[in-house]
């Protein structure tokens, strides 16, 4: 089994992960420290053994787990991106010859990671990687944690954006908002974009339906970020339109080409 200091500091993140809210700044030491004593223990990176003790295995998972949680509760997508790499061979490998016990964050995270795949726009990636998930035991449209991510992707390639907005208030977990808030993001600019094209002006209250904002202070500093002009006063929004690059034409040289091409002509035939 691992050092006692190992399982001292083990049980010290469950406790301040589990505590309300989680301990994100302690989270982040202990799990730190976790990581050089289970590297130097040889249990990191994870490697696939003939005889692995399975109390070991669970608690590595358990550790990966909580700092990929904690890496979203952060705001902190490579982290995420690192620790649920690791968790993949156990989520695999170790899973087809049946030597760990299920994890109940396993469906969790295996849903974060699809809907990062989203907000990512890796399109291929989130289908090939949904397609390794079918053979599990719960499939997309049983489990609420995958069925989410799909259903997103769905009404992202509908462009059904409203419904990706509502989409937050449905999440499964905490964590999922953090996604579907960095999508809407993206969105946000795409619809903008459409707008500044499409229209000269629009009212506040207009532009708030369209962008999806249900705060007016929000709506404004987007709009200032954009460059609008914001008239407070009027309560409206005037869309700053880019004066159209001139391209100057050299005409008198391509009339001159264009007559010495004409001669060459001739002579040739």
Avoid at 59 to 73: C, H, K, P, Q, T
Avoid at 96 to 116: A, T
Wanted: glycine fraction near 2%; include cysteine.
């Amino acid at each position: 089994m691992a050092p006692q200091q190992l399982v001292k500091d083990y049980n010290s993140l469950k406790r301040a992960f589990d505590s309300q809210p989680s301990n994100l700044k302690k989270c982040g030491e202990l799990l730190t420290r976790l990581k050089l004593v289970l590297s130097s223990a040889g249990l990191l990176p994870v490697l696939t053994t003939p005889n692995p003790n399975i109390e070991d295995l669970v608690v590595v998972r358990d550790i990966l787990e909580i700092g990929a949680f904690w890496s979203i509760r952060s705001k902190d997508v490579p982290s995420f991106d690192r620790y649920f790499s690791q968790l993949q061979t156990l989520y695999t490998d170790y899973r087809h010859v049946s030597i760990l016990p299920p994890s109940p964050r396993e469906h969790p995270l295996l849903g974060l990671n699809l809907i990062r795949l989203l907000t990512q726009n890796r399109i291929a990636d989130f289908h090939t990687t949904l397609e390794a998930l079918r053979p599990l035991p719960d499939s997309a449209a049983e489990n609420p944690y995958i069925a989410h991510p799909v259903a997103v992707e769905r009404w992202l390639m509908e462009g059904s954006y409203s419904k990706v907005w509502s989409a937050r208030g449905e999440a499964p977990a905490e964590e999922y908002r953090f996604f579907v808030d960095s999508l809407m993001g993206t969105i946000r600019n795409e619809i903008a974009s459409c707008e500044e094209l499409a229209y000269d002006s629009l009212p506040l209250k207009d532009a708030a339906t369209l962008l999806f904002f249900t705060n007016r202070n929000e709506l404004i500093t987007f709009a200032q970020q954009r460059g609008w002009q914001v008239n407070l006063m009027e309560e409206s929004i005037t869309f700053l339109k880019k004066d159209e690059e001139k391209i100057a034409i050299p005409k008198a040289k391509l009339i001159a080409a264009n007559l010495a091409y004409a001669r060459e002509l001739e002579q040739i035939v």
